[in-house]
């Protein structure tokens, strides 16, 4: 049996890592200082909830269309990554790092 769920995960991880040097590009280019990103979390947080509206909607769309369907097993998952990023963004807009 072949394993339909490869790859889903990695999916995650790259939207996650792309929204993050995305958002520290964004907020170093419109704060004018390159360790803005290193001072305050928030930007992180905001990164890592968009990330997770992302996975959201990549999830939402493949468990629409049946030729791309993912398992039950795969939707679960990302569904928990979803969570996840969401919590994380949230906890981050109101943490100070360092």
Do not use: C
């Amino acid at each position: 049996m072949i394993n339909q769920n490869r790859g889903w995960g990695i999916l995650a991880l790259v939207i996650i890592v792309a929204f993050v040097l995305i958002v520290q590009g964004a907020v170093g280019a419109i704060s004018g200082d390159p360790h803005f990103y290193k001072l305050h979390a928030w930007p992180m947080g905001v990164a890592v909830l968009l990330a997770a509206a992302v996975v959201y909607l990549v999830v939402r769309h493949f468990s629409k269309e049946p030729r791309r369907a993912m398992t039950e097993a795969t939707k679960r998952v990302l569904t928990i990554w979803v969570f996840v990023l969401a919590v994380a963004g949230v906890v981050l807009l109101f943490v100070r790092l360092g």
